[in-house]
Nanobody, 122 residues
């Protein structure tokens, strides 16, 4: 499984971005997907997850209501729509894939993308 994240950039506080994660894998629809973020000196933070069929989603408290995770299994892509960006959202965002089934967010992630940098200016 290869994952390619994109869509990061520099944006002003209050703005929006849509991150994409394209997967090179057979049967993408069999994988649960997640988004994580990390800033220097801090642990990686689990921010959103979506089940294999999109029927279950989860968000960490700090992003709930501003982030939306979705997937298009026909395009082998998972998205993270980020609205009302805050400076504290600045981080490298990583997508990850899990072969686990069940409801989000309890997945063991086996595959990781390379990350895309989101920078939010105040």
């Amino acid at each position: 499984v290869q994952l390619q994240a994109s869509g990061g950039g520099l944006v002003q506080a209050g703005g929006s971005l849509r991150l994409s994660c394209a997967a090179s894998v057979r049967f993408f629809s069999s994988y649960a997907m997640g988004w994580f973020r990390q800033t220097p000196g801090k642990e990686r933070e689990y921010v959103a997850a979506i089940s294999w069929n999109g029927g279950s989603t989860w968000y960490t408290d700090s992003v709930r209501g501003r982030f939306t995770i979705s997937r298009d299994n026909a395009k082998n892509t998972v998205y993270l729509q980020i609205d009302s960006l805050k400076p504290e959202d600045t981080a490298v965002y990583y997508c990850a894939a899990s072969a686990d089934y069940g409801d989000a967010p309890v997945y063991e992630y086996h595959y990781w993308g390379q990350g895309t940098l989101v920078t939010v200016s105040s």
